[in-house]
C-alpha cells in the first residue's frame, strides 16, 4: 500500500528523521509500530510568513511495499575514444553536462578549460585570500567546475523552457550529491562538497573515453569563410572537431575581446551591479523566523528575497537581493590582477554566523552614454572600470571597500567596521567614490526601503563591501532560437552564461545538454 499526504510540519517534524517517520504515519492513520511502514519526503518547503515556522512537506508513506526509488538509475556511458570529436570550451556546469550529454548521444567531447583541475585550484583560490596574488587563469571563476563550484552551489533555478531540471538534479546525486537535492524546493550542495561532485563528473567523462584538457586556453577560431572547424590553444595546437560549444563563462572578456576582434556578431547586454550586504546570520534569523533569540536545533539559516523599484534622473530600475547566502562567506572573486570582486558562497551546512547578500542595480545600455564607443562591449569595459576604481579605493590589494550600512544611506564614512567572513580584509571608504552615482543613489533608496520591509536589516551592525560586478554576462553571443547556433558563424554553439543564456548551475547545465544535442543533430547525425 502507498499513500500520499500533504503535510504541514513543525521544524522537528520535518527534520527529525524519526519524528517525521511517526508524525507520517500517525497522519496516514498507521501505527508507529506497524512493521514494514516506511515514510519519506519527497516535497519539501518552509513557510516562515507567520508567527510560526511551519514546513510544507509531499510525503509517501509505504506499507508492505518497497519504495520506488527516488533516483531512476542512470545510464551506463558508452565508450566514445573513436567517435567523432566536438569540441566543448569551458569546464563549468554548461561545459561539463555538455560533455556528457555528448557522450550519451555517441560523441566524443574535447572538453578545453584554461584553468587547473579542482584540486588543483585551491592553491590559487588560497593565495588570492592569503596573499592577495590573483592568477588570471586560475581562481574563484576560472578552473575545472566553474565560478558555482567555489562560489556556493545553489541549484535553484526558475528556468523551466530549457529542459528537465530533474534530470540534471538526479545526474548530480549519481555523482555524489545527497538526495536532499531532490526534495528541497531550494536545493544547495555547498562548496566543500562540490568539488568532490565535479571531479566524479571529470571521472564519468574520461572513463567514457572524452578528453579534458586542463590549463589549455584558447587563443583563435579556426573559420573557413562561415564556418568554425576548431580552436587554436596558447601553445599553438590546432584543434579541429564537428562543431564549437563556447561555454565559458560570465567572466571570460579575452574571449569577448576575440570574438569582437574576429568581427564574429556579440551584443552590449544590459547585466547588474552593486555590493554585497553582510549581516549576522542570528538577525536575520531572528527577522525571517520571528524568533527572540535564536532559530532553535531544526531550522536551516534562513534567507531572504528583496526587490525596490527606483528612480534617479527620471529612470526607473529596479534594485535587488542576488545570491543570497545565508551562513555563508564573501569570497575574493576577481579574474584579473588589479580589480576587487566580490561574490558569496555557502558551505553545505551554512554554519557560518555571517549572512550576505549582493544587492545590485539593474544596469541599462541607455545608462552607460559614455561607454558606446566600446560598441558590444560597452558594459562589460563599464563593469571592468568600476572593479578597477574599487581595487585603487581599496588601497591596491585585494583589501575591499566597505561603509557600514546606515552610514552608506546617511553618506558618512564610517569610524570603524564589523568583523567579517571576507578574508583578505577591508578598508573604510566611501562607496560612492566607487560606485558610480546612478548605483549608488538606488543603492541608497534600496536599502532604507528594505529595512521598512525587513525591520531591523537597516542597521550599522551591518556592512556593504564592493563590489558585486558578476552577476551575468554584459555580452550575449546571438544564437538562433531553435537551432542554438550563432546566426552567421555556422558549427558555433554560445553556451551557458557567458553566451547570456543561463545564470547559474541548473540553468547552465540544461543549457550545455541542449547546445550538445542541436550540435549532433546538425553536424553529426546528418
Not at 107 to 127: F, N, S, T
Not at 292 to 302: N, T, V
Not at 364 to 381: I, R, S, T
Not at 455 to 482: C, F, H
Request: charged share 25%.
Amino acid at each position: 500500500m502507498k499513500k500520499e499526504l500533504l503535510l504541514q510540519l513543525s521544524p522537528q517534524e520535518a527534520y527529525d528523521e524519526e519524528v517525521f517517520r511517526e508524525t507520517a504515519l500517525k497522519r496516514a492513520g498507521i501505527s508507529a509500530e506497524q512493521p514494514n511502514a516506511y515514510a519519506r519526503q519527497v516535497k519539501r518547503s518552509i513557510d516562515a510568513r507567520g508567527r510560526q515556522v511551519r514546513v510544507n512537506v509531499t510525503a509517501e508513506v509505504f506499507v508492505n511495499e518497497a519504495p520506488t526509488p527516488l533516483l531512476t538509475t542512470p545510464k551506463a556511458y558508452q565508450n566514445v575514444s573513436n567517435a567523432d570529436p566536438v569540441i566543448i570550451v569551458g569546464a563549468g556546469p554548461a561545459g561539463l553536462f555538455a560533455a556528457l550529454r555528448a557522450i550519451e548521444l555517441g560523441v566524443k567531447p574535447i572538453l578545453i578549460e584554461r584553468g587547473k583541475d579542482v584540486r588543483a585550484r585551491r592553491r590559487d583560490i588560497a593565495a588570492i585570500n592569503k596573499d592577495h596574488i590573483v592568477n588570471p587563469e586560475s581562481n574563484y571563476c576560472f578552473g575545472e567546475g566553474g565560478a558555482g563550484t567555489y562560489s556556493d552551489g545553489k541549484l535553484y533555478t526558475r528556468s523551466k523552457k530549457r529542459g528537465d531540471i530533474r534530470r540534471i538534479m538526479e545526474i548530480l546525486v549519481a555523482h555524489g550529491a545527497t538526495e536532499d537535492i531532490l526534495v528541497d524546493a531550494h536545493p544547495h550542495i555547498g562548496t566543500n562538497k562540490l568539488p568532490i561532485l565535479v571531479a566524479e563528473l571529470r571521472k564519468s567523462i574520461l572513463d567514457a573515453g572524452g578528453e579534458i584538457l586542463f590549463e589549455t586556453k584558447v587563443t583563435d577560431l579556426i573559420l573557413d569563410s562561415n564556418e568554425i572547424k576548431g580552436i587554436t590553444t596558447h601553445t599553438g595546437e590546432r584543434i579541429l572537431g564537428k562543431g564549437v560549444i563556447l561555454a565559458t563563462g560570465h567572466s571570460a572578456r579575452d574571449i569577448f575581446h576575440l570574438l569582437h576582434s574576429k568581427k564574429i556578431l556579440i551584443e552590449a547586454k544590459p547585466f547588474a551591479l552593486g555590493v554585497r550586504v553582510e549581516h549576522s546570520q542570528n538577525l536575520i534569523d531572528r527577522i525571517q523566523y520571528h524568533c527572540e533569540i535564536d532559530r532553535g536545533p531544526y531550522l536551516p539559516a534562513s534567507s531572504y528575497a528583496l526587490v525596490n523599484q527606483t528612480m534617479f534622473k527620471g529612470r526607473q530600475r529596479g534594485v535587488f537581493s542576488f545570491c543570497m547566502c545565508p551562513g555563508g562567506f564573501i569570497v575574493p572573486a576577481a579574474t584579473s590582477p588589479g580589480e576587487i570582486v566580490v561574490n558569496g558562497m555557502s558551505p553545505s551546512r551554512r554554519d557560518s554566523k555571517f549572512a550576505n547578500s549582493g544587492i545590485v542595480v539593474a544596469v541599462e545600455l541607455e545608462d552607460l552614454p559614455q561607454y558606446q564607443k566600446y560598441g558590444p562591449l560597452a558594459a562589460m569595459m563599464f563593469q571592468a572600470e568600476v572593479e578597477q576604481k574599487a581595487w585603487k579605493v581599496g588601497g591596491e590589494t585585494q583589501t575591499a571597500p566597505a561603509q557600514r550600512l546606515v552610514d552608506f544611506t546617511e553618506k558618512k564614512v564610517s569610524k570603524s567596521l564589523l568583523d567579517t567572513s571576507y578574508q583578505p580584509g577591508l578598508e573604510s571608504a566611501d562607496m560612492y567614490e566607487v560606485l558610480p552615482d546612478f548605483i549608488s543613489e538606488r543603492l541608497r533608496q534600496g536599502f532604507i526601503d528594505f529595512g521598512k520591509k525587513m525591520k531591523g536589516y537597516l542597521t550599522n551592525d551591518a556592512q556593504i563591501i564592493g563590489v558585486e560586478s558578476r552577476t551575468s554576462s554584459p555580452v550575449r553571443i546571438p544564437r538562433d532560437k531553435e537551432s542554438f547556433e550563432h546566426p552567421i558563424i555556422k558549427g558555433l554553439f554560445p553556451c551557458g552564461e557567458g553566451a547570456g543564456y543561463a545564470g547559474g548551475i541548473v540553468s547552465a547545465a540544461m543549457d550545455g545538454e541542449r547546445c550538445a544535442e542541436k550540435l549532433v543533430e546538425m553536424y553529426v547525425l546528418k
